[in-house]
């Protein structure tokens, strides 16, 4: 599967930003999902992850790190193979470019070293 997401930019704090990740290829319901941010100062960590939509019940589990659980909701459009990251409360520590990426598996997934597909990062900056 090839990824490619999109909808970064520039935000002043307490802003909101919607990203995309359009997927290309097939079985994009099979794959467990996640977004990652990564900056200068830190590795690809985990801001979002959302499990597979192959399971036998309609309910997907998601997951968030602490930093932005309340903040971010990730979802799946299965029919659109897109993955979407809603942004709000932003803050500079917010800043970094935004990965998302496709594991086999029913997820969702904590650790990068998990995904197999990888698209190519969209900038996100908070300043003011």
């Known amino acids: 599967v090839q990824l490619q997401a999109s909808g970064g930019g520039l935000v002043q704090p307490g802003g909101s930003l919607r990203l995309s990740c359009a997927a290309s290829g097939r079985g994009f319901r099979d794959y467990a999902l996640g977004w990652f941010r990564q900056n200068s100062e830190t590795e690809r960590d985990l801001v979002a992850s959302?499990?597979?939509?192959?399971?036998?019940?309609?309910?997907?589990?998601?997951y968030y790190p602490v930093s932005t659980e309340g903040r971010f909701t990730i979802s799946r459009d299965d029919e659109k193979s897109t993955l979407y990251l809603q942004m709000d409360s932003l803050q500079p520590e917010d800043t970094g470019v935004y990965y998302c990426?496709?594991?086999?598996?029913?997820?969702?997934?904590?650790?990068?070293?998990?995904?197999?597909?990888w698209g190519q990062g969209t900038q996100v900056t908070v300043s003011s």
């Open positions: 990426a496709a594991a086999r598996g029913s997820g969702p997934y904590y650790f990068a070293s998990l995904y197999d597909y």
């Open positions: 959302i499990g597979w939509s192959g399971g036998t019940t309609p309910f997907v589990s998601t």
